[in-house]
Every structure is written in C-alpha cells, then in structure tokens.
C-alpha cells in the first residue's frame, strides 16, 4: 500500500512528455540544424530525472546541474562553425550542408561560427581549411550569431588576418573588423 502512494506522488514528478517532445525535435528536421543543442538538453533532463529518483531529490538535483554545467562546457569548447550562402528567393544566409540547391559564392566562403569564440582553435582551423581551397579571394567570418568574443580569439583572429594577407586572401568580418 505504501510503495503505490509512493509510486502516484512521484509519477507527478516524471514529465515524459517533455522528454518524448525533446527527443522528437532532434530526430525531425529542426533536428538537424539544432541537433548539437538539443541532444545534450535531452541527455540533460533524462539524466536529471534518473538522478532524483535513485538519488534523492536535493542530491540529483546537484547532479543534474553538474552535468548541465559540464554539457555546457562541451558545447561552447566545440563551436560548430558552419559554411553559409544565400538563400534563393529571400536574401538570408544559411548552411550550405544538406541544401544541394544552395551555392557557394565563388572564391568567397562564408562561414559563420554558431556558438561563442571560446575556442579560437576551433574557428581558427575551419577558416584555414576554407582559404586552402583552389581560388580564393576572401574569407569571410560572419559573426552575427556570437554573443561574446573572448580575447583570445581577438587576438587569434588578428593573427589569421596577417597570415591570410600574407596569402593575398583577404579576411572580412563584416560590421566589426577594422584594420
């Protein structure tokens, strides 16, 4: 008799349908331009929920955020940093990955990193490998979705400029950079 009242009170606390809806949005389409950010807030919440009910509430919840904080920081030491073009018919840019029907701008890649520039490395190599392609006049760095720049990447890209320059490929960064 006990375990099923305990069993009815904690059932409340078990939200299946938002963990079913989370898993969902990864696996249809937003799944693929948004997959990086909502896998690990699935894995997130599904480990939180066990977390409380083996451990305890107050226990998992710090666990939960334990490894929300961990979650977090894979992610903004990963940034994914995405090649874009124009999208026909409404002048936006967006991912070239999966669109057959978009195109590259002709010796001009535009790339734009989709988290904050908290790994120089990372952004630093992507840009690389876009101007060792045959032909290329100008890299652009298309920072509209960053909302921070570290200084290390500051200084990361100001050494990148000197190094495509060098190259007599010109570096952009439209709005911001000025040299």
């Known amino acids: 008799m006990l375990a099923a009242v305990v069993i009815a009170a904690v059932v409340e606390l078990v939200d299946l349908r938002s963990l079913v809806s989370l898993y969902r949005v990864f696996t249809r389409r937003l799944g693929q331009a948004y ?6 807030d699935f894995l997130s919440a599904l480990a939180a929920m066990l977390e409380v009910l ?29 090649e874009v073009s124009e ?14 029907e978009r195109r590259r701008i002709a010796g001009v890649p535009v790339l734009r ?5 908290a790994n120089a490395a990372r952004i630093r190599s992507a840009v690389r490998e876009a101007a060792a392609r045959e032909g290329m006049a100008a890299v652009v760095i298309d920072a509209e979705t960053v ?18 320059e060098a190259r007599r490929i010109r570096p952009l960064l439209p709005g911001t950079w000025a040299r």
């Open 54 to 82: 083996v451990f305890d509430t107050l226990p998992g919840l710090f666990i939960g955020i334990g490894v929300s904080l961990l979650l977090l920081l894979h992610r903004s030491s990963r940034p994914v940093v995405s």
């Open 87 to 100: 999208v026909p018919g409404n002048g936006d840019f967006a991912a070239l990955a999966g669109h057959p």
């Open 35 to 40: 997959g990086v950010a909502v896998r690990p």
């Open 147 to 164: 909302p921070f720049v570290a200084v290390s990447a500051v200084s990361m890209l100001d050494e990148l400029a000197d190094e495509l």
């Open 113 to 117: 990193p989709r988290a904050s520039t």
